[in-house]
C-alpha cells in the first residue's frame, strides 16, 4: 500500500516544469527551484511513511513556493565532515566571526574610499596595507581579487612584453583546470621554460637573463611534491643572480601561512615572513587558505614593487570590493592581536587534539545508537601540506546504499557533506565545529530514519 503511494509522488523535473511554477522559475532560476523541489519531495516521502498519506502536486507546489520564499539562495550552509579542512568545493576556508561582522558592517555605506578626517579621497588599501606590514614584516603590500589575479598583475606589470623564466619543475595547473603558462600567457610576457621538470640549475636561470627575460617566477609546490632525483638552486642564489641583471624575483607561495603550522605539532609550511628574508621582490598568496580569511589573492613586497604594481591599469580590474576587503582587514587583524589560533575556524580545525576528536565522535555515535569510531587520517586541503595527513578520527556508519544516503544528506537543511570509504559512510568530526555537533547529530539521524 506504501509503495503505490510514494508512486503517486511525481519526478522532480515534472514539478519544476508544471505551470504554476513557470515564474518561480523565471525569478529564481531552474536550478534553485530544482533544489527546492527535491526538499519538499523528499519531506512528501517523509509524510507518507509517518502518516501513510500523500501529498497532491498543488499541495507540493504550495509548500515548494513557501520553501523558496524562505530560501531563495542558490548557496546554502554545509556541515563538511569529510575531514578536508580547506574544502574548495565547499568553499575553502569558513571564515572567522570578526570577519563576516566586519563583512556585513561593509555591506552599507562606509568609508571605503574616504578620509573621514579629512572628508577626502583615500586608497582603499589603506588598512589593508597597514596591517601586512604589520604581520608580515613587508614594506608594503597590496590585496587583489585572488592569487592567480595576483600572478597575473606581478608579470603584467614588472615583466611586460619581455620574457618571464620559470623553471618546467614549477609549471603547475591550479583548480579548475587552469595552468600557469595559460595565466602567464595572459599577462602578454612571453613565457620561457627553463631546465627540466625534476633538475634546474643556476646556469639555466643565468642562460634566460643572458636572453633578456624580465622577471624570474618561482612557484611555492603547495600541492604537490617532487622527490628523487632531484636538483634546483636556493632561491638566494637565483634572487642574487637576478640582481646582477637587475631583474626582479617573484614567489608564488601559494598557501600563505602567517605562522607556521609546524611549531605547533602539524606539519611544517614556508610562511610569508620567511619568504620575504630571503629577498623575493614580491610574495603573492591566497586569503582563503592557510590565511583563514576570505578569497583573495595578497602581494607583499619591497615598495618599489607594490608601488609599481598598484598603478597599472591591471589593478583596478582586478582589485577587491569592499566585502572583500573588510573579511582580509579583519582577519589579518586577528593576527595581529596574536587571536588567530583561537577565534580562525581553520585554525581551531587543525589544532584540535586526537583524543578531542574521538570523544567527539563517540558523543555523536552514543547518539546515534550505531557505528563505529576508529582512526583515520584529516587532510588541510586546498593545496596546502602536500602528502603531509593530520592524526583524525571518524565515525563510519554501516548502511544498505552508501551513495543514496550521502545524496539524502545533502538534500537536508544544513546538507551534510562526508565521504565514502570500503562501502562504508565516513564522518570527521575535526571539520566540524564543536557548536555544530548537534546538528550533525540532527541530520544523521533523519538521514537514518528515512
Same mark, same amino acid.
Given at each position: ?64 513556493? +513557501? ?17 578536508? @579542512? ?219 614593487? @607594490? ?14 570590493? +569592499? ?67 593530520? +592524526? ?59
Amino acid at each position: 500500500m506504501e509503495t503505490n503511494l510514494y508512486r503517486q509522488l511525481p519526478q522532480v523535473n515534472n514539478l519544476v516544469d508544471a505551470d504554476s511554477l513557470r515564474s518561480e522559475v523565471e525569478l529564481y532560476g531552474r536550478d534553485v527551484v530544482v533544489r527546492s523541489c527535491r526538499q519538499i519531495i523528499d519531506m512528501a516521502r517523509e509524510e507518507i511513511k509517518q502518516e501513510h498519506k500523500v501529498l497532491s502536486e498543488d499541495e507540493l507546489i504550495g509548500h515548494v513556493k +513557501k520553501h523558496l520564499l524562505e530560501h531563495p539562495f542558490l548557496y546554502q550552509p554545509v556541515l563538511n565532515a569529510t575531514g578536508v @579542512i580547506l574544502h574548495t568545493n565547499l568553499g575553502r576556508a569558513p571564515i572567522s566571526a570578526r570577519a563576516w561582522e566586519a563583512m556585513q558592517a561593509a555591506g552599507g555605506y562606509c568609508d571605503l574610499e574616504m578620509d573621514l578626517g579629512t572628508g577626502k579621497r583615500a586608497s582603499r588599501q589603506r588598512d589593508v596595507e597597514a596591517l601586512l606590514e604589520k604581520v608580515s614584516g613587508a614594506p608594503a603590500g597590496m590585496v587583489i581579487n585572488n592569487c592567480a589575479g595576483a600572478i597575473l598583475l606581478s608579470l603584467a606589470a614588472l615583466a611586460g612584453e619581455r620574457p618571464t623564466a620559470i623553471s618546467r619543475g614549477h609549471l603547475i595547473e591550479i583548480g579548475g583546470g587552469f595552468r600557469l603558462p595559460t595565466i602567464m600567457e595572459a599577462s602578454g610576457s612571453p613565457l620561457l621554460e627553463i631546465g627540466t621538470t625534476n633538475r634546474t640549475h643556476l646556469k639555466d636561470y643565468k642562460e634566460a637573463l643572458e636572453k633578456s627575460a624580465g622577471l624570474i617566477l618561482l612557484v611555492h609546490r603547495s600541492n604537490f611534491v617532487i622527490e628523487g632525483y632531484v636538483t634546483e638552486p636556493a632561491p638566494q642564489e637565483i634572487i642574487a643572480l637576478a640582481k646582477e641583471f637587475d631583474v626582479p624575483v617573484v614567489l608564488d607561495l601559494g598557501s600563505g601561512a602567517l605562522e607556521d603550522p609546524g611549531q605547533h605539532g602539524l606539519p611544517a609550511e614556508d610562511t610569508v615572513t620567511q619568504a620575504l628574508k630571503q629577498g623575493f621582490d614580491a610574495v603573492c598568496f591566497s586569503a582563503d587558505k592557510l590565511l583563514g580569511g576570505p578569497q583573495a589573492g595578497v602581494i607583499v613586497g619591497s615598495r618599489v614593487v @607594490i608601488d609599481k604594481l598598484k598603478k597599472h591599469p591591471l589593478a583596478r580590474a582586478l582589485r577587491c570590493d +569592499k566585502v572583500q576587503l573588510a573579511g582580509v582587514c579583519a582577519t589579518l587583524d586577528l593576527y595581529a592581536r596574536g587571536e588567530a589560533k583561537t577565534q580562525i575556524p581553520i585554525w581551531q580545525m587543525m589544532l584540535q587534539s586526537p583524543e578531542a576528536l574521538r570523544a567527539r565522535a563517540l558523543y555523536w555515535c552514543e547518539n546515534l545508537g550505531c557505528g563505529e569510531v576508529f582512526d583515520s587520517p584529516d587532510a588541510v586541503g586546498g593545496g596546502s601540506l602536500p602528502g603531509e595527513v593530520l +592524526k583524525g578520527v571518524a565515525l563510519a556508519l554501516d548502511v544498505e546504499q552508501p551513495e543514496d544516503f550521502l545524496a539524502l544528506l545533502r538534500r537536508q537543511e544544513p546538507a551534510i557533506v562526508g565521504h565514502i570509504r570500503e562501502n562504508r559512510v565516513l564522518f570527521h568530526p575535526r571539520t566540524i565545529l564543536p557548536e555544530d555537533d548537534e546538528k550533525i547529530i540532527t541530520g544523521l539521524k533523519a538521514a537514518l530514519d528515512a
